[in-house]
């Protein structure tokens, strides 16, 4: 069965009176869970929740198996927000659901490169689902009953409800349990749900929800217009043809040759620099737009070596494009030393951890261009493969209190306590929420004596954030591992 066919009119759904009381159920449980409340592991809570549904939508077009694996896949995708509740785990507990939704509708693509399509596709309907379904239900429900079937079905029940209040009232004096009752009804209560930000908490769940339990695909338009100008014909003078490509490749490992050897004999060999230049501005100056040169390289090298292009039948060039390459990853490694080499002179800070695993995730991307060429892989297996590392690199970082890594690695490179580098920035600490509590503690205690103002800013620092920690609202619905982790240290001996 084509692919395309499959995307553009999706498998019909059958029609199922028990979503509603499903949807109804889980807006219910994300008042009860999520408004209102501090994030934590009610998000987590929340997202099986809306996974058991879809699964129980879908539980009559689905094996035990495939429901047990899409739950547990759906487990270890949300797992990051068991550590902490950051926007990290939430993206990908919602990209596990939408998957685990479009499973359940067969809308998954065979192709890996069709994949971000699909996603894309889906989430752009999202918002859109239940309006366009509760316009269609009203419209049907018009064309099958008129004006005055639908005046008389209201009027059915003016009488009973008029004289059901009557009833009630009556009883309501002749009995004082049922006077007592009525006025112990708190109706303050009652008009807290009436609040504009809760229905538009309930409307926007419910839009969600019910576009997972109803999964669509918008459209798509006839083939773009775009892939077919990126086609290249191989002729000879094309400019990427077989002579563009040869000189273009002499001349890139020539000039990254220049810039390979310089760092070589500076930044790995540790060489004298020119006057007023330190090794710190060196590396700062490079780190950034050598991953753009790197970049830029992957995107070359991805066109040189084409399927059925002079890239790909030429040995020279295929030998050139390998040096190429592994000059291109020796340029990441060297940024990422540079890196570390500004770091150590000029402290860390949130922008430049992401850096570093951006370098990092470059060179594994340009490493598996190298075995895309060397295997004669396809383009879906380099697509594949760099998602699966950039999703794994993701996954891993959701679980790491970078913060608190950030906080510790400043106070033991500080000058303070090491005696080398810049002085401590116990503002910037600050910013770094209650993870930097334990790395003021170790501040404070091999903190020379006599540096008695930096003492007492820190001593101010740690006790504002231990203070707004401890007072932030108490509910199990917030838990999550890293606070839980700092209470128990805050209620430690060595925090007293």
């Known amino acids: 069965m084509d692919t395309t066919d499959t995307l553009t009119s999706p498998m019909p759904i059958r029609r199922n009176p028990g979503r509603i009381p499903v949807l109804l159920g889980i807006v219910a449980l994300a008042d009860f869970l999520i408004f209102g409340q501090e994030p934590g592991i009610n998000l987590f809570l929340f997202a099986l929740a809306i996974c058991a549904c879809i699964l129980f939508s879908a539980m009559k077009s689905l094996s035990p198996l495939t429901a047990a694996l899409l739950l547990g896949f759906s487990i270890l995708a949300s797992a ?16 596990a659901l939408m998957s685990v939704a479009l499973t359940c509708a067969r809308l998954v693509p065979r192709s890996l490169t069709e994949l971000p399509s699909v996603f894309l596709r889906f989430a752009v309907v999202i918002p859109f689902r239940l309006v366009e379904d509760s316009k269609r239900y009203f419209a049907t429900r018009a064309k099958h009953s008129s004006s ?8 059915l029940w003016v009488m009973p409800l008029i004289l059901a209040s009557v009833f009630l009232l009556l009883f309501a004096a002749a009995n004082p349990l049922i006077e007592v009752t009525l006025r112990s009804i708190r109706f303050d209560l009652l008009l807290q749900f009436l609040d504009p930000w809760r229905i538009g908490f309930w409307v926007v769940i419910s839009a969600v929800v019910w576009a997972m339990l109803r999964p669509r695909l918008a459209r798509r338009t006839a083939r773009s217009q775009a892939s077919r100008a990126l086609h290249i014909v191989p002729t000879k003078n094309a400019p990427l043809g077989h002579a563009s490509l040869l000189r273009s490749l002499l001349l890139f490992n020539a000039l990254f040759a220049v810039q390979t050897l310089l760092d070589l004999v500076y930044l790995w060999g540790g060489a004298d620099l020119p006057d007023h230049m330190s090794h710190a501005e060196y590396a700062h100056r490079g780190a950034y737009p050598l991953i753009a040169t790197a970049l830029l390289a992957a995107g070359f090298v991805l066109l040189a070596m084409r399927p059925d292009g002079p890239g790909d039948k030429s040995p020279l060039i295929r030998g050139l494009v390998y040096a190429w390459i592994g000059q291109n990853i020796l340029l990441c490694l060297s940024s990422i030393l540079r890196l570390e080499l500004y770091v ?12 570093g695993l951006w370098m990092g995730i470059v060179a594994i991307g340009l490493a598996l261009i190298l075995l895309r060429i060397l295997l004669n892989r396809s383009n879906e297996w380099l697509i594949a493969t760099n998602l699966a590392s950039l999703i794994a690199v993701l996954y891993i970082s959701a679980f790491i209190d970078f913060p608190a890594f950030i906080a510790r690695f400043n106070v033991t490179h500080s000058r303070e306590i090491s005696f080398e580098g810049q002085p401590l920035d116990i503002d910037y600490l600050s910013s770094l929420g209650p993870s930097a509590i334990p790395a003021l503690d170790l501040y404070l205690l091999k903190l020379p004596d006599h540096l008695m103002d930096q003492r007492t800013q820190a001593v101010t620092v740690r006790y504002y954030l231990a203070r707004n920690f401890e007072m932030r609202r108490r509910d199990w619905r917030s838990w999550t591992f890293r606070s839980a982790r700092l209470d128990s240290y805050l209620l430690s001996p060595i925090a007293r």
């Open 344 to 355: 150590e002179a000029y402290s860390l800070t949130e922008l430049r951890v992401a850096a």
């Open 80 to 95: 990051p927000l068991l550590e902490t509740s950051s926007p990290m785990g939430f993206v990908l507990c919602l990209c």
């Open 148 to 155: 005055a079937e639908i005046r008389r079905s209201i009027g």
